[in-house]
């Protein structure tokens, strides 16, 4: 029965989450789920790619957060539109949250929009939000057995980062092991390792995602 | 509608736990319920435990986790019984999850029980297992603005343990911000810097459940 309502609660979110994606469509914005857990780097990686593509893209994020608007605040000292959802218990964001957040962006003027969903390496994989892609980060504080033991979060993403590469000399990390079992449990992920405190790597990042999102007004 | 499910939910939840917790005092055992984020060090943590108090405590750990029986197999090499629940995508333990896993323990064989959640720092918090003390696990690695962003982990937990300190020299955390907001939170929460990797920290919290555990067959 529990599972039965859960069912529920995913096939309402599907029906919302292709309505958002819709509504994406028609005004040629490309829109990204970024997901990980708690200090994987999210909003850091945010500030790093708007700093590199604000000239170039009009961007827009959506914080997701359980409570505090901490995280949209950072984001608008970088001078782009940024909406904070609190989620007051919910471990992610869904359809229906993201069409709420909507509302306080002119959608006209967006050609790419970040959703930073909620920290966690669970939920947020299993509901859609009407993204094109979503993409994963993780450090390498949190351990080479990760995509064994999290394997759905691995499945859904096209993109992995691995960051903060910048700590690998002081940690036990296989990195042969994780990237061999990110690649069993999703042979199409495209994994790009960096520290976005050092910077090292975020080229890659920056180009795959300049390709998605084309340029500003185009 | 959503949240009554919810509600429903938790309070089914309630019942069994409440029910798991008589079995556990019957029986005269302390059970812990150890709580993090991937890769905060859980399972580190509970080897070390584990090596410290076997020959004072007749321990068992219950290990949730959403896929792999890695875990268990971790502790198993310590000559203890484990058991591993595998969630099949739940973000959480449940009381009716761990109240499956008993069976298959000899709790007549047991003073100390150690429940290792599923790693995720936002569902666990909700759920009650039968537990005396919720323990929860952060690495330093996580950022200091946690206890801002998740603040229902810290409000629930009776010792807050916080890991990797061996990092700190390589990382921006700022330790009195981090104490003072998981205090604002939670004042009782009573909180251990530790390394699990180098061992320093660690005498406190073995301190801690030494007392909370008392002794074997006592």
């Known amino acids: ?25 028609e005004k040629g914005i490309y829109v990204l789920n970024l997901m990980g857990s708690p200090g994987a780097g999210k909003t850091t990686l945010l500030e790093k790619t708007i700093e590199h593509l604000k000239d170039r893209n009009r961007i ?28 007051g218990g919910a471990c992610h964001l869904d359809g229906n949250m993201v069409r709420g ?40 504080t949190e351990g ?8 759905l979060m691995f499945q859904v993403s096209t993109v992995l980062l691995l960051n903060k590469i910048d700590l690998l000399p002081y940690l036990d990390f296989d990195m042969e092991k994780f990237q061999g079992d990110a690649l069993k449990v999703n042979p ?8 976005c405190k050092t910077g ?8 795959w995602i300049k390709e998605k999102a084309g340029t500003k007004g185009s």
Chains 1, 2 share one sequence.
């Open 200 to 207: 090292e790597g975020l080229d890659s990042w920056l180009s």
């Open 188 to 195: 199409k992920l495209e994994i790009m390792t960096l520290s």
């Open 144 to 151: 080479d057995d990760k995509p064994e033991k999290y394997p």
């Open 101 to 140: 957040g909507l509302k306080e962006l002119n959608l006209d003027q967006i050609d790419l929009l970040i959703v930073e969903n909620v920290g966690n390496l669970v939920c947020p994989a299993e509901f859609k939000i009407g993204e094109n892609d979503k993409v994963m980060i993780i450090s390498v």
């Open 1 to 25: 029965m529990e599972i039965k309502v859960v069912k529920n609660i995913l096939e309402a979110n599907e029906v919302i989450a292709s309505q958002n994606r819709t509504l994406f469509a």
């Open 60 to 87: 827009a994020v959506i914080e997701g957060d359980i409570a505090s608007s901490r995280d949209a605040e950072r984001i608008a000292d970088h001078a782009i539109p940024a909406v904070q959802i609190n989620t």
